[in-house]
């Protein structure tokens, strides 16, 4: 939209710079972008946002797909594309990883955990993830993310409105104030089948997994198929009064 190309050309004269903002500058930008990019396409917020914090930027992937990370391969070829490695993810998951490395212009970081699954259970006791799954969550994915993130200003999701009532609200840009950081979801207001129409058109890899009944994929201890009818991420932490791992709330 013309609102959100204004606010590129505001921003983009810091793109070089990659010094640290402060929270207050930050909340600032992103309570603007936030009205000036609702609309925009998901290429436009794309390039506003690598414009606007040029090294200080990564992309987040749980590679059950790459969309976002081919998106913004095509306006700021090498962005770094951080993939929290729990120890715990499925064969075809890491297989997407490695496929997304090999073939996109993107650098690829994993994010391992500080302790390994085996140190994990020798400290907790083994399947915590069955026991008390925040404090997997949070040992396995929370702190490592925010150990990623502390080398940047703004972190791009994959979060749509559409996959959950919880995400019914998703913003494009916001001020996670808990972390001070901004964070950018371009295709929060795509539906699946706009998802499916780009994966076609840019053979973007996906997740085998979605070819053999699963509709969100996490770690394999705390993912199961879906069935038809139910919401797309019913499959995570089926047993449990949990539906997010904490990355986004
Ligand atoms: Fe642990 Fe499950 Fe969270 Fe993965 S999704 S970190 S296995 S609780």
Redesign the pocket.
Known sequence: TAAGLGLVSLQGSRATDPSRRSADELQSIADAAGVALEGASALEIAKWATDTFGARFCVTSSMADAVVAHLFSRVAPGVDVVFLD?G?HFPETLKVRDTVAATMDVTVRSIRPRMTVGQQDGEYGPR??AR??????F???VEPLERALSEYDAWATGLRRDESPTRAGTPVVSFDARRGKIKVNPIAAWTQPEVDQYISRWNVPVNELFQRGYTSI??????RRTTAGEDPRAG??AMFEKTE?GLHQ
């Open positions: 729990t715990l915590l993830f008390s799954p925040d404090e997997c969550c040992m396995r994915k996490g770690c394999w201890p705390c993912t995570r932490w791992c």
